[in-house]
Nanobody, 123 residues
């Protein structure tokens, strides 16, 4: 069984920064990419950012482009999210995800998920 475990969430003031980390444990697996999603209260889960192990390309939602930076380590099955310039609109549970789907980019299809870590940004 594959487990993704997030860390680094918390409470921060508007304009502050947080760094999220995610590491995989359990059985060894191969993925094409790892990334982050988030879900705010009353809203659907949305894509935030991802890094592809093929070439190291990164992808971002428009709402975080320029403020968030995703990075990762394929050998360690780990992914990170540096979040700067946080605003109350970024408040959500952030989920780490990994995908073994070759065509994942078409619909941001991910099949391994962490339990989530809360990020709260106060105004």
């Amino acid at each position: 069984q594959v487990r993704l475990v997030e860390s680094g969430g918390g409470l921060v003031q508007t304009g502050g920064s947080l760094r999220l980390s995610c590491a995989a444990s359990g059985r060894r697996f191969s993925s094409y990419a790892m990334g982050w999603f988030r879900q705010a209260p009353g809203k659907e889960r949305e894509f935030v950012a991802a890094v592809s192990w093929s070439g190291g390309d990164t992808y971002y939602a428009d709402s975080v482009e320029g403020r968030f930076t995703v990075s990762g380590d394929n050998d360690k099955n780990a992914v990170y999210l540096q979040m700067n310039g946080l605003s109350p609109e970024d408040t959500a549970v952030y989920y780490c995800a990994a995908t073994a789907v070759r065509s994942w980019l078409t619909k941001y299809e991910f099949d391994y998920w962490g339990q989530g870590t809360q990020v709260t940004v106060s105004s």
